[in-house]
């Protein structure tokens, strides 16, 4: 397993989903090959650049009950 995970994700509805998930499972591919495939051809055939680095997903910022949770131990005197 990567040290880092490097995946991420995306929403389609619901509808494009199955349509993908019945079309790979007819043609023993997993959803996820065939899309990076299919994306890439898009992409080169738009000769979009390859970078260089990957950027870091944001930090998702905590919620106050997330906060409170963490730990963090408050006092009222």
Known sequence: ???KQ???????KGLTYQRLKNRCAR?????SGY?????A???D??????PDKIDPPKPKPLTPD???Q???QHFTF
């Open 41 to 43: 051809e898009k992409l």
């Open 66 to 68: 997330e906060i409170d």
């Open 70 to 72: 963490s730990g963090s």
């Open 27 to 31: 043609e023993g591919s997993s959803m």
């Open 1 to 3: 397993m990567a040290r």
């Open 6 to 12: 490097t995946r991420r994700s995306i929403s389609v």
């Open 35 to 39: 899309l990076e495939r299919i994306i």
């Open 45 to 50: 055939a738009l000769e979009e650049p390859v």
